[in-house]
């Protein structure tokens, strides 16, 4: 019998465990809002990390790529639409008030179905190595992944973002410290 596992599933198995925890929902979102991050790739980053390695820039092309053209077409038009229907109305009559909360969990459902198809469509462009990775490589791994994305996009890492980095690392890698997380980041502490 061969067992198959879906490494999509993994992946968003992963991504709901790191969100979860902490203040990482904030870092994420802080990164999103104010930097231009597009979270997907920020927990892609650290998940490939563990399961694969380092990103090379092909592989991280590739998946830049698609993520621009799907979080620009499809993500976050949702996002933008269920943002507006969370304000409230001002003179909305309470049939309209439900029928406009009742919209808005139907979008939350379709945007969560949006990152969940980003994140098979990422998790399927790489196969997951089968060697075993120490913790000291997978934490290199993921900073490394982590600058390169940022330097592609643009997102500088300064004191502020290096913080917001490290919540999500220090959530994915659980051995890794905030401190040093940062340091690393910033380039000013190797392992």
Not at 1 to 29: K, P, Q, T
Not at 156 to 163: F, K, L, P
Request: aromatic share 6%; charged share 25%; hydrophobic share 40%.
């Amino acid at each position: 019998m061969i067992l198959v596992v879906d490494v999509s599933d993994e992946f968003w198995g992963f991504s709901l465990g790191v969100y979860r925890s902490g203040c990482v929902r904030d870092a994420c979102l802080a990164l999103q809002d104010q930097h231009g991050a597009d979270v997907n790739m920020l927990l892609y980053c650290c998940w490939i990390a563990i399961v694969h390695g380092e990103l090379d820039c092909e592989q991280l092309q590739f998946a830049l790529q698609f993520s621009r053209s799907w979080s620009g077409k499809i993500t976050k038009p949702l996002r933008e639409v269920r943002r507006c229907l969370k304000l409230p109305n001002q003179g909305e009559g309470i049939d309209t008030a439900e029928m406009r909360i009742r919209l808005l969990e139907n979008v939350k459902k379709i945007e969560l179905s949006a990152e969940k198809h980003q994140q098979a469509t990422l998790s399927s462009l790489i196969t997951p190595d089968a060697r075993s990775l120490t913790t000291g490589a997978r934490t290199s791994y993921a900073i490394a992944n982590l600058q390169r994305y940022c330097q592609e996009e643009q997102i500088e890492i300064c004191n502020d973002t290096a913080s917001l980095l490290s919540i999500i690392l220090c959530a994915a890698l659980e051995s890794i410290k905030p401190d040093h997380a940062r340091n690393m980041l910033l380039g000013k502490d190797q392992e």
